[in-house]
């Protein structure tokens, strides 16, 4: 008790209520270390040049008649954090990143989401979400756990907090059905998240450590990449295991945020050995008949039921993957698109644009869909990231030839006069090859 009445006099402002102004203040004068992860001679370019992509989802749900205004305003909060972040910068370990303020984009990624689907007519709010990062910090500190402590202590103190007293536990699940794991404000609700979102709130709680001159120390934070452990912190200089691998980055911890709710939400769920991009083809070619009796038969069946309950305006079998429900704004696939536009913003992998695609194919936006598939491709050739070649790639090259030869075919025999919401493989008149 005395050693609590102690750091609270040391440092007063622990004892007064905290406000997100505060935080956002301390945040501001935060002096910007870089250290930064080696990734290779790619760190050395210059910062990538941002183009200004015309994205889809937006305009065609406000042609639809949803109202945008909160998924707007959240997107450009989100591009505001991430823009001018060059290659060396998006290396930096999050541990030690003053550039982007991490919670608040991820709350950002929540309130664009959270503006359609749940169908609310008031924004998500971002400053009570980041107040209680704040609090987090400060139950910690008026634990009295963190004065005089060794750089040991400090951090076994820390993990004990967070994951045992606090009761943060890690979830695997990766389900449209169950997203709170994906989202940081439902995370800090439910005390539950993936390994990421664990990450992020703890590199936030060290922040803030180090801002109060709590932390004086080289401390990274360790990120598990099996499926049971937990995000924590050590002291650089006097552990193994300060390997690569197992530092996380702004840019990987950004991107692997957003692929989480791309995978979860994706519309086509039926063949999980099979890339996100296969499935998506899959479904528009039906070209894979190894399974004619199961998929044709019984899936296939089911789509047609789909397609007669969507004309009636029924709700319908979610992994069926028909995106036009995605335009009503009705949707949970609102999600898949949004995560698929924030990840092209992120300029990662040209993969992004390709996925995003064949998404809008499936909405009905040919044109649109051919724009980023040519786009995919000019990225592919220029860019300075080899792949090396695999079965998986050449798949995939193969299948997205043959959504661009379909693009080029529906363009000759409709000039993208008709606009069209179905496209989709459940009804067989819906498109024109």
């Not at 080696?38 to 889809?56: H, N, Q, W, Y």
């Not at 691998?245 to 099979?274: G, R, S």
Request: net charge neutral.
């Amino acid at each position: 008790m005395a050693s609590a009445v102690a750091i609270v006099s040391s440092y007063p402002w622990l004892n007064s209520s905290p406000s997100p102004s505060k935080y956002s203040k301390y945040q501001s004068f935060l002096p910007p270390p870089c250290r930064v992860v080696c990734r290779g001679r790619e760190s050395e370019l210059p910062p990538p040049v941002t183009p200004d992509f015309k994205f889809a989802l937006h305009d065609a749900l406000d042609s639809s008649g949803v109202d945008t205004t909160h998924a707007r305003e959240a997107r450009q909060n989100f591009m505001s954090q991430i823009k001018g972040l060059s290659r060396i910068e998006r290396e930096v370990s999050i541990s030690i990143n003053r550039r982007v303020d991490l919670a608040k984009t991820a709350i950002y990624i929540s309130a664009e989401d959270f503006a359609l689907m749940s169908q609310s007519s008031l924004p998500l709010p971002v400053d009570p979400y980041i107040e209680r990062l704040f609090d987090l910090t400060m139950e910690f500190c008026r634990s009295g756990k963190v004065l005089r402590a060794s750089p040991e202590a400090l951090l076994d103190s820390l993990y004990k907090f967070l994951y045992v007293e606090k009761d943060f536990q890690r979830s695997n699940v990766i389900s449209r059905l169950e997203p709170h794991p994906l989202y940081l404000h439902a995370v800090l609700t439910y005390q539950s998240g993936s390994a990421y979102m664990l990450a992020l709130i703890y590199s936030e709680i060290l922040k803030v450590l180090r801002f109060w001159s709590l932390l004086d120390f080289d401390c990274e934070i360790f990120f598990p990449h099996d499926r049971y452990g937990l995000p924590r912190g050590y002291h650089k200089q006097k552990s193994a295991e300060s390997d690569h691998p197992h530092i996380l980055t702004v840019q990987t911890l950004l991107e692997e945020i957003l692929k989480n709710v791309k995978e979860a939400f994706w519309p086509f769920q039926h063949d999980q050995t099979k890339s996100l991009f296969l499935r998506a083809v899959h479904a528009v070619l039906c070209t894979d008949r190894s399974n004619v009796v199961e998929e044709s038969g019984f899936q296939l069946e089911s789509a047609k039921s789909t397609h007669r309950k969507l004309d009636r305006g029924t709700l319908t079998n979610l992994h069926l993957g028909d995106l036009r429900l995605a335009l009503s704004g009705t949707h949970v696939y609102d999600g898949v698109i949004f995560a698929c536009e924030r990840l092209i913003l992120l300029e990662f992998d040209p993969k992004e644009l390709r996925d995003y695609s064949v998404l809008l194919y499936h909405c009905g936006l040919y044109e649109q869909s051919l724009h980023y598939l040519k786009l995919y491709q000019d990225r592919k050739g220029s860019s300075l990231r080899k792949q090396a070649s695999s079965e998986l790639s050449s798949l995939e090259d193969d299948a997205g030839e043959k959504l661009m030869m379909r693009l080029n075919l529906i363009s000759m025999e409709e000039g993208w006069s008709k606009p069209s919401h179905s496209g989709t493989f459940l009804r067989n008149n819906s498109e024109p090859y």
